[in-house]
């Protein structure tokens, strides 16, 4: 969204947005006169007010809201004509805001008083990253550089409607669609119900280095693909625990022996070997305050997910998936019939870097 105005029908400019700083030329006065005044004339004329316009290169659209006593216009514009249907699910989110705000102001004469509509900037603010405004113009600025950037995605949360791409590869956004609301809602369900957080982000990396970054926002899922140029698909592929398909482990001891060994970076609070079906084979607490014994076995759902994804998204094996809460990160390693699940404090755990550092590290103890 490049600019809002909020309008009454005398055509007196309540309040203006942009998102860009204006000249001294521009007066949203007198746009908001204009607008009015063609508004009223399409009314009058055709019987019906104007949804949309649509210049060289902007698009400007129209919604209306007449349930009190002061008609008020929401002019929403923007240059990117894919970003219109995210657009109107923004609009609609300031129309309910700006109108049960303002409700006894709106709902009487009105008093020339405007001053008073200045402080929805911050109910701005909240709408704009509660749709994942507030980073779109730099993440699209970053793909088109042509690095590790590849693409982002916005999708509705519940049903996983792609309302808009933007890529420099191939999205499979029928995969997207539907695989990353499923493993949202897993995620989610298993922070709030077992440790009583929020999620906040996940991070999905692949074999050959793809990585998935899941923003989760009120109204909106953002999903960013990334890659980088590492790649370890050879190796970790030929370890002895991919030999095996069964979903059950037929020597577990053998494997502890291997895990016991392991020298385990100090920011790992607990760690956890899980077989298939939620059983814990091995486990290690290193700070007695971060005990979450009883979430463990419920990590097995997302892994299951996450390697899903992975195989339908990339046709990859999935290296590791991380959870990003208010206080606690999960990182759960793919060993095929059995996870490896770490447990740390989301300020010590909250860069992709660090997750990846810690993951390499532990594979090169157990190759």
């Not at 730099?138 to 509705?156: A, M, Q, R, T, W």
């Amino acid at each position: 969204m490049d600019d809002l105005l909020i309008i009454n029908d005398s055509g007196q400019l309540l309040y203006s947005w942009h998102q860009y700083e204006q000249d001294e030329t521009s007066d949203d006065d007198l746009l908001s006169g204009f607008l009015t005044a063609m508004n009223t004339f399409a009314s009058i004329e055709r019987g019906e007010d104007i949804k949309s316009l649509k210049l060289k290169e902007t698009n400007i659209i129209f919604e209306k809201f007449s349930e009190y006593f002061q008609q008020i216009t929401f002019v929403a514009t923007t240059r990117n004509d894919e970003m219109i249907e995210l657009l109107h699910s923004v609009i609609h989110e300031i129309m309910d805001n700006f109108t049960d705000k303002y409700r006894e102001i709106l709902d009487r004469e009105f008093t020339g008083e405007v001053s008073r509509f200045r402080e929805f900037d911050e109910n701005i603010k909240i709408i704009i990253n509660s749709h994942g405004l507030d980073t779109f113009q730099d993440s699209v600025e970053l793909i088109d550089k042509g690095g590790n950037f590849k693409s982002i995605v916005y999708l509705e949360p519940k049903a996983g409607h792609v309302f808009y791409i933007h890529a420099k590869q191939f999205v499979n956004k029928e995969k997207i669609g539907f695989l990353i609301p499923l493993i949202v809602n897993s995620s989610q369900f298993l922070y709030q119900n077992s440790l009583n957080e929020k999620l906040n982000w996940i991070l999905l990396t692949t074999v050959r280095n793809e990585n998935i970054l899941v923003e989760l926002r009120k109204k909106i899922i953002i999903v960013k693909q990334y890659q980088l140029p590492d790649n370890i698909e050879n190796d970790f592929l030929t370890l002895d625990f991919f030999k095996s398909k069964d979903k059950y482990i037929k020597k577990p001891k053998k494997i502890v022996e291997k895990y016991e060994k392991i020298i385990w970076d100090k920011r790992i609070k607990q760690i956890f070997l899980v077989d298939l079906v939620g059983k814990i084979i091995y486990s290690k607490i290193f700070d007695e305050q971060y005990d979450c014994t009883d979430y463990i076995p419920e990590t097995i759902s997302v892994l299951t997910s996450a390697k899903k994804l992975s195989e339908e998204t990339y046709n990859r094996v999935l290296f590791n998936i991380s959870l990003g809460g208010e206080k606690l990160t999960t990182i759960c390693m793919n060993f095929n019939n059995f996870g490896l699940t770490m447990i740390g404090k989301i300020e010590d755990l909250n860069t992709f870097q660090t997750i990846q550092d810690i993951c390499y590290n532990i594979f090169l103890q157990v190759k």
